[in-house]
Nanobody, 115 residues
């Protein structure tokens, strides 16, 4: 099993920045992709970004150029640097990891961007 704990959410004004962090514990060997999804009120959960173990990154179009994902394999952590935040980025952000064909999720952290 893998446990994930997110931190770093909060309230920020439009144009501001936040950095989300997620730490994995438990059986963290063989973790492959790590990443983030988000869910806004009344909407489906949507993909935000992911990073492979070697460091290849993928982003949803709406955050390209504004968000940056990174990971530390030695510490089993993944981070999401969010810049130039917009009101439409308001959501609960969930980190996830893929390990041995299973996906594990964090509990979510709220990001609210005020306009």
């Amino acid at each position: 099993q893998v446990q994930l704990v997110e931190s770093g959410g909060g309230l920020v004004q439009a144009g501001g920045s936040l950095r989300l962090s997620c730490a994995a514990s438990g059986i963290t060997s063989s973790i492959r992709d790590m990443g983030w999804y988000r869910q806004a009120p009344g909407k489906e959960r949507e993909f935000v970004a992911r990073i492979s173990r070697p460091g290849a990154t993928t982003y949803t179009d709406s955050v390209k150029g504004r968000f940056a994902i990174s990971r530390d394999n030695a510490k089993s952590t993944v981070a999401l640097q969010m810049n130039s935040l917009k009101s439409e980025d308001t959501a609960v952000y969930y980190c996830y990891v893929d390990r041995n064909s299973r996906t594990f999720w964090g509990q979510g952290t709220q990001v609210t961007v005020s306009s």
